[in-house]
């Protein structure tokens, strides 16, 4: 039995156990999943159906706790994993200097409360089944109920097999975590696809478990841990197509079902690891774990899977769970999308050095959402965190993503260790330039395991001053054991800066942008005319005016669309037949800057003006 708990997302179903069961299968292991994540949803709007419209607990409400997984630890930290504290006022303090809304605070405590019968209701029906084994996939918010509900069948039935892998097992938290919780009895570290078959016929055949690359687990009273190993990982071209069946089966019996379909995002997998963190490795990004290396299945085969799951399943929009694009699907994978007649809405993590055609591609084969890692708009910020790329190539993608009608999630990161504090003025004077762009969210810097500020916390004047708060809040563990679990961390900069003490203008300019933008009260839009160019300028906070670019003045401005020099342009104008000096075309350009039509970098400069005439904005997929 394969269980995925809260607070996996209601629209998604779980790819770990979809491909996990399609791998049993093919060995001979008769594998059932169960999507326990809808039943507590259910159970969470049965039960206070008959409430106050205010007081009962909705998708979105489910929807918060789950964006916040802290809290989703917290509200299932109930008996018999955690004794329940005499008060937890001490708890809702940490979350309000954490700036979490009151509503968020008071609906957590009414959510725990439906709990314990919640427990009861899923140990009855996975012991009903009478299986030998359960497995259950943990990533983020997933520990605590996995961990709280297979202690409570463990007790009822000793005899059964606990076992537990996915994202929050890797490395040391893995092997911490089955020292800590002696009734789980293996714990899979890193990639399965190696191991799980093999184990599972162990477990089942009720002889000693192999010892494979990354297992934790037990023999008499000796806890075995096996190094994991890069060499064991799975070539994606031996990994199954998911199996989904049981998901929409579930989806459809729950009331809330009709709701959650119409959003639902088939998960699907092209590749692993990172291609730019193995050359070299962002330095907050404690993402891939211990598996960064790059690997991707051949376009033939990922295209074959996507199109198999929509037919399959009748669904049209895909969340890649992938980190980063394979930079070759641009020749095939994307054209094979775009050619095969279907409309696809698909969401994509992307690196933000892409090219105009490559931006038409991703539009053209579905792809209308996409998380671009842009993190700032300061080139020698992005320099500190290992980008691999410029501020103008972020504004410039942003740019593309607006006239191809993809909307690009973003953040702003601050409070990095050596970042100049006047970058975040100028920042914030870019901004003002922007607002007709899709907006960020300003995020502080988290520490996150494997990351290398968390893997070689001095070489960045860092100190890890132990695991974030919340998890004493959540587990029975000391404070090593908690060193051990966690993800993130809290930490201090040995220069004793403050980042909030020089952030402040970033922040209200992004709180007005963001205000500006979802009003639709920002634009700088150009038409093309017969050899001239208009420009309308209403950008939130700039005065009105429309410009009128002559022929030659208009070739400047469309020549800086990928970002240009003035020499640069000189040789675009020569094509056609216009000589203009160098230093003319500079100073037009700086005239341009100045009134904010284009950005400045280095000497090169950006057209910031979309065309009226471009792709349809899609929502959200």
């Not at 059964?160 to 892998?165: A, S, W, Y």
């Not at 904010?596 to 090169?604: A, F, I, K, M, S």
Request: charged share 25%; aromatic share 10%; net charge negative.
């Amino acid at each position: 039995m394969l269980v995925a708990m809260p607070w996996a997302f209601l629209n998604r179903p779980s790819i770990q156990l979809g491909t996990l069961q399609s791998l049993l299968e093919e060995a001979g292991v008769v594998t059932n999943v169960r999507s326990l994540y809808l039943d507590f949803m259910e159970h969470l709007a049965t039960k206070t159906a008959r409430l106050p419209e205010a007081e009962r607990i909705t998708l979105e409400g489910y929807s918060q706790i789950a964006a916040q997984y802290f809290i989703g630890d917290w509200v299932f930290a109930v008996p018999p994993f955690k004794k329940l504290a005499a008060s937890d006022e001490e708890y809702f303090a940490y979350l309000r200097r954490e700036g979490v809304a009151e509503e968020l605070i008071s609906l957590a405590p009414r959510v725990r409360g439906l709990v314990p019968e919640f427990l009861e209701a899923c140990a009855d029906e996975l012991l009903a089944a009478r299986p030998s084994v359960v497995g259950f996939t943990t990533t983020f918010g997933q520990n605590v109920p996995s961990l709280v509900l297979s202690k409570m069948l463990k007790r009822r039935d000793p005899s059964l097999k606990i076992v537990f892998g996915g994202a929050n097992c890797d490395g040391p938290m893995g092997a911490a975590l089955h020292r800590a919780f002696p009734w789980v009895d293996v714990v899979v570290r890193g990639e399965g696809e190696r191991v799980v078959a093999q184990l599972m016929l162990d477990l089942l055949g009720g002889g000693k478990v192999r010892r494979q690359p990354g297992l934790c687990f037990r023999e008499g009273r000796r806890r075995v841990v096996v190094e994991q190993s890069s060499e064991g990982a799975a070539s994606l071209g031996e990994v199954p197509f998911p199996v989904y069946d049981e998901y929409f089966a579930r989806i459809q019996k729950v009331s809330f079902g009709p709701e959650v379909m119409r959003d639902v995002n088939i998960p699907f997998e092209a590749s692993r690891g990172c291609w730019w963190g193995a050359k070299q490795h962002c330095t907050f990004c404690g993402l891939n774990g211990s598996a960064m290396a790059f690997r991707s299945k051949t376009a033939e085969r990922a295209a074959d899977e996507l199109l198999h799951l929509a037919r399959k399943y009748q669904q049209l929009s895909f969340q890649a769970v992938d980190n980063i694009m394979d930079m070759r699907y641009f020749a095939e994978f994307l054209p094979r999308l775009r050619d095969s007649g279907s409309d696809l809405r698909l969401f994509y993590e992307i690196k933000s050095n892409l090219k105009r055609w490559q931006v038409r591609a991703l539009r053209e084969a579905g792809v209308v959402n996409v998380q671009p890692g842009l993190e700032s708009l300061s080139t020698p910020i992005l320099r500190l965190m290992r980008k691999g790329v410029t501020a103008l190539q972020n504004i410039r993608l942003l740019k593309w993503c607006a006239e191809f009608g993809i909307r690009a999630y973003w953040n702003v990161i601050y409070g990095f260790p050596g970042e100049p504090p006047e970058e975040y003025e100028r920042m914030a004077e870019v901004m003002r330039s922007l607002t007709h762009l899709e907006p960020p969210s300003l995020i502080r810097l988290g520490l996150e395991r494997f990351s290398p500020y968390h893997q070689r916390p001095r070489d960045f004047n860092l100190e890890v001053v132990g695991p974030r708060a919340h998890y004493r809040f959540a587990y029975p563990c000391d404070e090593a054991t908690l060193s051990d679990l966690a993800y993130s961390f809290e930490y201090r900069h040995t220069d004793e800066r403050e980042p909030e003490t020089y952030t402040a203008s970033v922040r209200q300019v992004i709180e007005e942008w963001r205000s500006s933008y979802e009003a639709g009260r920002s634009s700088l839009e150009y038409r093309k005319g017969p050899d001239f160019l208009v420009i309308h300028e209403r950008r939130a906070g700039l005065k009105q005016y429309d410009y009128r670019l002559g022929e030659t003045e208009a070739r400047i401005y469309l020549a800086c669309d990928a970002g240009a020099t003035p020499a640069s342009v000189s040789e675009v104008l020569k094509e056609k037949g216009d000589e203009v000096e160098t230093e003319e075309i500079e100073s037009f350009l700086q005239e341009l800057a100045e009134s904010r039509l284009v950005y400045e970098e280095d000497g090169r400069y950006l057209s910031l003006a979309l065309p009226a005439n471009r792709y349809a904005k899609v929502s959200d997929a």
